[in-house]
Nanobody
Framework: QVQLVESGGGLVQAGGSLRLSCAAS??????????MGWFRQAPGKERTFQAS????????LYSDSATGRFTISRDNDKNTVYLQMNSLKPEDTAVYYC?????????????WGQGTQVTVSA
């Protein structure tokens, strides 16, 4: 079992930055090669992929909206994955979720955090 807890969300003005953190417990990064991802969901919208990173950080993917503005990283010693978000826009407003894939991201994500709210004002 994996527990994921996101933090770092909040209210920020357009053009500002936030760094989200996702702390994992249960199965440590050092023992299990968990692929990690960030998703977001705005009210009335579907949940969409933002970024992913494999266990060694050798494979990193971004959505079109995230490319150039968001950076995903991880610290396996701290069992933590991060999402640095710069140049935020009002359309980035959403609940951001951290997810972990036990069997690789292509097999889907198995664990999800509770989400952290990001609100970008115009």
């Amino acid at each position: 079992q994996v527990q994921l807890v996101e933090s770092g969300g909040g209210l920020v003005q357009a053009g500002g930055s936030l760094r989200l953190s996702c702390a994992a417990s249960g199965l440590t990064f050092s023992k299990y090669p968990l692929d990690m991802g960030w998703f977001r969901q705005a009210p009335g919208k579907e949940r969409t992929f933002q970024a992913s990173i494999n266990w060694s950080s050798a494979q990193i993917l971004y959505s079109d909206s995230a490319t150039g503005r968001f950076t995903i990283s991880r610290d396996n010693d701290k069992n933590t994955v991060y999402l640095q978000m710069n140049s935020l826009k009002p359309e980035d407003t959403a609940v951001y979720y951290c997810a972990a894939a036990l069997w690789g991201r292509l097999n889907g994500y198995d664990y999800w955090g509770q989400g952290t709210q990001v609100t970008v004002s115009a």
